[in-house]
């Protein structure tokens, strides 16, 4: 794997990096993420604006024109925009945590130079292109296939539950390219850069999902696409492992994603507790209440804490599977609980779609599901224990 650089922000610098995502998250993301979360509208506007503050180029180097944030600062920006809208933290997080990964870690001088400056302008914004309907957990059994012809790659195959496949241009795309391996393992996967409209593209209508509904999740076919051998990233029947790295990084997002969305629910939780009186007392009053908002608090603090402390490692070089692997699982599991005791504080107006709260609800659920799900983390981390 190639060395990549990263600035490393002082405390200082990433104090003012954060404040000022965390201002343009409430100002310009937040008022309008409930409007958004009814009517499924895909927040583009939201995305042009963070392309403009290069946000698409956070843990892009600044020699390709990113920002060049270390892991950590990266992640504090993803629970900002979070606790703000998840269905835009999901799109921020996958593009720079996974293509921009791929890329940065296996991509040629040429691929760098041509697609990681469009990248980090948030002007092709790259989806991962893994799942298929019958290769989730196990996506090794993927069946998509590139087939050589002559000095370029023909591409055939559906891709499922692509994030923000119906706006991106540069779909990173893993298919099978040993066609002889009968037990469809990792092996004789490879992973392409596929431009989002290349010929033979089809972006199928997005999913209506329980939460997270602003983010169009789509799923792509892809019909005899023509690619040169450009499209190839890094060595040819190592996509799968490429893919799998990445989601270290990937699973990093997803957790701060998660105590973005605990975040937010703590907090309309406490303001909520202050106004509402029932028997002539404010409910934050009753020891019950206190009680769940001391638990919620506790939990957010712990569920960052580790995910800090993946980032930290992370930024001195260490591997953080199992660690990165912890985040996610605690992190997702931390939202699912703290989302669903708001509902509680929240009693019956916690279950309507005019509180803030049953959003957040929804949103936490996928946070346990994608990037591997909670079952998947735990055999991430259980086989770790094993090699120590
Ligand atoms: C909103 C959304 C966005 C997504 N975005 C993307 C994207 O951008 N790109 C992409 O490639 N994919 C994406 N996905 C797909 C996502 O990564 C998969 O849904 C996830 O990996 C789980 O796969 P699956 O849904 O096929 O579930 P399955 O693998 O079928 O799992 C079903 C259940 O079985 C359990 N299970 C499976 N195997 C085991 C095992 N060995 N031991 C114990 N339990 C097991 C699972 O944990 C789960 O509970 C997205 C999904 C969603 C919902």
């Not at 390709?64 to 998840?86: C, Q, R």
């Not at 945590?97 to 469009?118: F, T």
């Not at 997005?206 to 939460?211: L, S, V, W």
């Not at 992370?314 to 699912?336: F, H, I, N, P, W």
């Amino acid at each position: 794997m190639s060395t990549i650089e990263f600035l490393v922000q002082n405390e200082e610098e990433r104090r003012e990096i954060v404040e000022m995502a965390r201002d343009f998250a409430q100002t310009e993301i937040a008022p309008t993420a409930a409007e958004r979360d009814r009517t499924k509208a895909p927040p583009t506007e939201e995305f042009a604006k963070l392309g403009e503050l290069g946000f698409f180029g956070m843990l892009i180097p600044e020699a390709y024109e990113g920002l060049g944030f270390d892991t950590l600062t990266y992640l504090m920006v993803i629970e900002e925009l979070a606790a703000a809208d998840a269905s835009v933290a999901i799109t921020i997080s996958v593009h720079n945590s996974l293509p921009v990964a791929m890329l940065l870690a296996h991509g040629s001088d040429e691929q760098k130079q041509h697609w990681l400056p469009r990248m980090a302008r948030g002007e092709a914004i790259a989806a991962f292109c893994l799942s298929e309907a019958d290769a989730g957990s196990d996506a090794a059994r993927l069946r998509a296939q590139a087939e050589r012809d002559g000095s370029e790659w023909m591409l055939n195959g559906t891709k499922s539950w692509v994030s923000h496949g119906d706006c991106a241009g540069l779909l990173v795309v893993m298919a099978r390219t040993d066609t002889q391996d009968a037990r469809r393992g990792p092996k004789g996967i490879s992973a392409f850069l596929v431009p989002g409209g290349a010929a033979g593209v089809e972006v199928g209508k997005a999913e209506d999902k329980m939460g997270l509904r602003s983010s169009q999740t789509v799923s792509i076919n892809l019909s005899s696409v023509k690619l040169g051998p450009e499209s190839l990233l890094g060595a040819e029947g190592s996509g799968f492992i490429y893919a799998m790295q990445a989601l270290d990084q990937g699973r990093l997002g997803v957790a701060a994603q998660a105590v973005g969305i605990a975040r937010a629910a703590l907090e309309h939780s406490l303001r909520y507790s202050a106004e509402r009186k029932q028997f002539d007392t404010p409910i934050k009053d009753f020891q019950a209440i206190q009680f769940k908002l001391a638990d919620m608090a506790t939990r957010v603090a712990a569920g960052r804490a580790l995910m800090y402390e993946a980032a930290r490692q992370k930024d001195t070089g260490r591997d953080v599977t199992e660690l990165a692997g912890m985040a996610k699982l605690y992190g997702s599991e931390m939202a699912m609980w703290v989302t669903t005791q708001a509902v509680q504080i929240f009693g019956g107006y916690g279950y309507m779609r005019d509180y803030p709260v049953e959003r957040l609800f929804r949103d936490a659920k996928v946070t346990e599901i994608y990037e591997g799900t909670s079952e998947i983390q735990r055999i991430v981390i259980g086989r770790g224990l094993h090699t120590e």
